[in-house]
């Protein structure tokens, strides 16, 4: 069994380590390890304990998972096969699902009743409570999973990654700062940002899809599957950000559909290339990063920061850890 604990972005990276690693270290072990106390039974046969043995079998699963892997990285380009496109479109056809999934979370009339204002205005206050889920899952996307997994990369430059960050935050506020005339403007301002950087934590997700499914299906899945997990929550927050924006549910489907279009991209990247693709494009997880840390903590906190109400604030706090802890018991998954 394998424990991954990195960004699902990170497709079939942490398993090309893993296999070179093992390729070159694997065989010594296991030889120090048979040769280490054995047992021998009354005819002279090796007597392996089940725990050891279990432990054996995995390691040679694993060994022999890496050498599948060493294998297709040795292997010099061929033309990539239907079946691997028609699974990589399949796999992002489930992230494009999961994209739209809160819109039928949703109620017919929830714009005219997240908007409604005044002494009794519950429209409003669950909408501060999502945003505050938002900014909870945004920041623990970005110190649990964007960051890590970009200091984990092949090769890092601490450096590089620094100056990635700060760039995609700078540009945020370039950008909010240019356009940023009115409230109103600020929240759509905002929504737009936030949906360019989805647009670019897409396209990582799609090179991972694309790139796991050229090991092989049950791997590409396993990638899937995971992308799924972190990106429910994540896709919760960008509803509430685009209804803070008063898009309708119309076209709040439709902004995610247009984010979506960055998986299948990276997907196709992926497949032309047909290697670990993400080694090329270190830069986009610590960019990704920075745009998230100024949509947070920059326009939608100051926002609740203007909240009054005493339990409506407890609520606030709440929903904010809510959302972190979600995005921290999604970094504890384990793909077996």
């Avoid at 623990?140 to 760039?167: C, K, M, R």
């Avoid at 370039?174 to 403007?185: A, I, M, P, Q």
Wanted: net charge negative.
């Amino acid at each position: 069994m394998v424990a991954v604990h990195n960004h699902p972005a990170a497709g079939p990276d942490s398993a090309i380590d893993l296999a070179r690693s093992l390729d070159s270290r694997d065989s010594l072990f296991l030889e120090n390890e048979n040769s280490r106390g054995a047992l021998i039974d009354p005819e002279g046969r090796e007597f392996i304990e089940p725990l050891k043995q279990k432990t054996i079998l995995a390691q040679e699963e694993i060994r022999r998972e890496a050498a599948e892997i060493l294998q297709l990285l040795n292997t010099p380009k061929t033309t990539v096969t239907l079946k691997a496109w028609l699974w990589s479109l399949f796999g992002c056809s489930l992230v494009v699902l999961c994209g739209i999934l809160p819109a039928f979370l949703l109620p017919a009339n929830s714009n005219e009743y997240l908007r409604t204002e005044g002494f009794f205005a519950e429209g409003r206050r669950n909408l501060s409570l999502l945003l505050s889920f938002a900014v909870g899952s945004l920041l623990g996307d970005v110190f649990l999973h964007l960051l890590p997994e970009a200091w984990n990369s092949y090769n890092v430059d601490i450096q590089h990654i620094g100056l990635s960050t700060l760039g995609g935050l700078l540009i945020c506020f370039f950008v909010e700062k240019l356009y940023n005339t009115t409230g109103d403007s600020q929240h759509k301002i905002c929504a737009i940002m936030n949906l360019a950087a989805n647009l670019v934590d897409n396209f990582t997700h799609g090179l991972a899809v694309g790139a796991s499914f050229l090991v092989s299906p049950k791997f590409g899945m396993m990638t899937t599957f995971a992308i799924l997990v972190h990106e429910i929550p994540h896709e919760i927050s960008d509803f509430a950000i685009l209804l803070r924006a008063d898009f309708d549910r119309i076209q709040a489907v439709k902004a995610q559909l247009f984010t979506a279009c960055g998986g299948i991209a990276g997907a196709c990247v992926a497949l032309w290339l047909q290697n670990d693709s993400m080694q090329s494009v270190d830069w986009i997880l610590p960019f990704t990063a920075g745009g998230f840390i100024n949509i947070s903590l920059t326009q939608i906190l100051p926002e609740l920061n203007q909240e009054t109400n005493r339990r409506q604030n407890i609520k606030q706090m709440i929903m904010i850890s809510l959302g972190f802890l979600v995005m921290a018991s999604v970094s504890q998954f384990h793909i077996a």
